[in-house]
C-alpha cells in the first residue's frame, strides 16, 4: 500500500522575476493492495511529479510518503526494493536485447541467474515478449520499449507497481496487452499506480481514480463516485466539472 500525505513541491521559475513555481500543492491519497489506482488530469497537472516523489526520485518539501508503512525519508532503499518504477523517461540499452536489459536489473537487484530467468520467462509470456526478447533493442517499437521497460522493473518482483502514462506512444492491440497485464497485476494483491490523461484508460482499468489539476487534487473515487460527486451521467462531464475547464481534456 502507498500512502501520500500532503506532498507539496515547487521549482524555481524563470523569467525576470523568478516566481516559483507550484507543481503539486497538497497531494494526497491512499492507494490501496489489490486495487489499481489512477491519477487522472491534464498534461501539465502534477501527475508526473507527484509519482516521482512516490517513488523517491524528488524529495517533497513538506509531506510524507508511506510505502507498506515505511516512510520514504526514513529509509529510501528499503521502500525502493519493493517497487516497481516505470518512469516517464524509459530509455532501454540499444545495444544490449531486450532479454540482456532485463537480466542487467535482475543483476542489479542481486537476484541469482536462476531467478533472473525464471522472472524473464514469466514477464515475457505475460507481456507477449518471446518473438523480440532476443533482438537488440535499437529499432524497436514504441510498443517493445515500452514492453521492455516494464519487465526491467518488474523483474525483482516488487509488490507495488508505478507506471508513468503506460500506454503513451502504444497501437490499439498493444494497449489492450498492457491492460491485461495490468490487471493480472491486480489479481496478485499489487498495489498498481498509473498516471494518464486518456479518460477511457483510466475509467476500463482502475478502481479508484485521483483527478488532479494545477498540482491539486481536485477529486477521489471510484468513478461512480466520482459521477455522483459531480452530479452527471458519464465520467467524462463529471471529469470537465470537477476541474472546472475543458483545457487538456483528451477525449
Known amino acids: 500500500m502507498i500512502v501520500a500525505e500532503h506532498l507539496r513541491k ?8 523568478k ?14 493492495d ?14 508526473t511529479t507527484t509519482l516521482r516523489m512516490l517513488y523517491t526520485l524528488m524529495t517533497p518539501e513538506s509531506g510524507r510518503v508511506l510505502v507498506d508503512g515505511v516512510d520514504v525519508a526514513q529509509d529510501a532503499e528499503r521502500v525502493r526494493r519493493s517497487l516497481g518504477v516505470l518512469p516517464d523517461a524509459r530509455g532501454v540499452y540499444k545495444r544490449l536485447t531486450a532479454r540482456e536489459n532485463i537480466d542487467y536489473f535482475g543483476k542489479l537487484h542481486g537476484l541469482s541467474p536462476a531467478e533472473i530467468a525464471a522472472r524473464t520467462a514469466k514477464l515475457a509470456a505475460a507481456l507477449q515478449m518471446e518473438d523480440f526478447l532476443d533482438r537488440a533493442t535499437e529499432g524497436f517499437s514504441q510498443g517493445q520499449r515500452t514492453k521492455t521497460a516494464i519487465a526491467r522493473a518488474l523483474i ?10 503506460p500506454t503513451n506512444g502504444l497501437d490499439v492491440m498493444t494497449t489492450r496487452g498492457l491492460r491485461g497485464f495490468l490487471q493480472e497485476l491486480r489479481s496478485e494483491g499489487r498495489c498498481v499506480i498509473f498516471s494518464s490523461h486518456i479518460m477511457q484508460e483510466v475509467a476500463a482499468l482502475c478502481d479508484r481514480i485521483v483527478i488532479i489539476a494545477n498540482g491539486r487534487v481536485m477529486a477521489q473515487g471510484s468513478t461512480d463516485e466520482l459521477r455522483a460527486q459531480a452530479g452527471e451521467a458519464n465520467l467524462e462531464d463529471a471529469f470537465v466539472k470537477l476541474i472546472g475547464s475543458e483545457e487538456g481534456l483528451h477525449a
Request: charge should be negative; hydrophobic fraction near 30%; avoid cysteine.
Open 10 to 17: 515547487t521549482f524555481p521559475g524563470r523569467g525576470k522575476d
Open 34 to 47: 489489490g486495487e489499481i489506482t489512477g491519477l487522472l488530469g491534464p498534461n501539465g497537472a502534477g501527475k
Open 156 to 165: 525483482h518482483d516488487p509488490k507495488n507497481v508505478i507506471l508513468d502514462e
Open 19 to 32: 516566481t516559483p513555481v507550484t507543481a503539486v500543492d497538497d497531494v494526497g491519497f491512499t492507494a490501496r
